[in-house]
């Protein structure tokens, strides 16, 4: 994995981040490209800082289990499985929502 320290701050290379989310760089790049990922340029190379997938997973995971929830609830009260919680299916669910 390649990680940069930079004020501080541990900042990942596109492939590490898309690792780390379970998803690929072309998926990245579209999350990047969208706006729900942030990122920064460090000598002409694009950097994610780590707290950035922290609070990109945190609020789309928060986000998505929310609307299960309700889309469950609605649908009989049925239990939520926990592949529908697996953060490749939710990354997945979001990029096709776009």
Do not use: C
Request: glycine share 4%; no cysteine.
């Amino acid at each position: 994995m390649s990680t940069t320290m930079y004020n501080n701050e541990t900042l990942l290379s596109k492939s590490a981040a898309a690792a780390l989310l379970g998803i690929g760089k072309t998926n990245l790049a579209k999350l990047i490209g969208s706006g729900k990922i942030k990122y920064i340029e460090l000598d002409r190379r694009i950097k994610i800082p780590y707290q950035e997938i922290k609070r990109f997973l945190s609020d789309n995971l928060a986000a998505s289990t929310q609307k299960t929830n309700n889309e469950h609830l609605a649908k009989s009260r049925k239990i939520v499985s926990e592949n529908e919680f697996d953060t490749r299916n939710m990354l997945k669910r979001l990029l096709m929502e776009n």
